[in-house]
Nanobody
Framework: QVQLVESGGGLVQAGGSLRLSCAAS????????MAWYRQAPGKQRELVAE???????NYADAAKGRFTISRDNAKNTVYLQMNSLKPEDTAVYSC??????????????????WGQGTQVTVSS
């Protein structure tokens, strides 16, 4: 099993910045996708940014130019740097990581893990 621990959320004024962190732990063999989603009250969960094997990166239009996704492979950690925050960015942000786990070939299996979410609130 792969566990995700998120941190970095909080309250910030419009125009401010936050950096979210998501650390993955467990018997990780490989990571194929690391992504950040968010869900605002009364709205569906949406993809904010994702990093796919080969370092292909996709951003939601609302995040493009303001948010940056990155990772530290040595720490199995993915980050979301959020600048120029707006009140409409207020949401619960969740980390999603996909890959393969297992100490050896015979125990290997795919995983799709989610963090518990961290609240980001942007005041006007």
């Amino acid at each position: 099993q792969v566990q995700l621990v998120e941190s970095g959320g909080g309250l910030v004024q419009a125009g401010g910045s936050l950096r979210l962190s998501c650390a993955a732990s467990g018997n990780i063999f490989s990571l194929t996708t690391m992504a950040w989603y968010r869900q605002a009250p009364g709205k569906q969960r949406e993809l904010v940014a994702e990093m796919i094997t080969g370092d292909n990166i996709n951003y939601a239009d609302a995040a493009k130019g303001r948010f940056t996704i990155s990772r530290d492979n040595a720490k199995n950690t993915v980050y979301l740097q959020m600048n120029s925050l707006k009140p409409e960015d207020t949401a619960v942000y969740s980390c999603n990581v996909k890959g393969s786990s297992g100490r050896n070939y015979f125990s290997r299996q795919s995983f799709n893990s989610w963090g518990q979410g961290t609240q980001v609130t942007v005041s006007s």
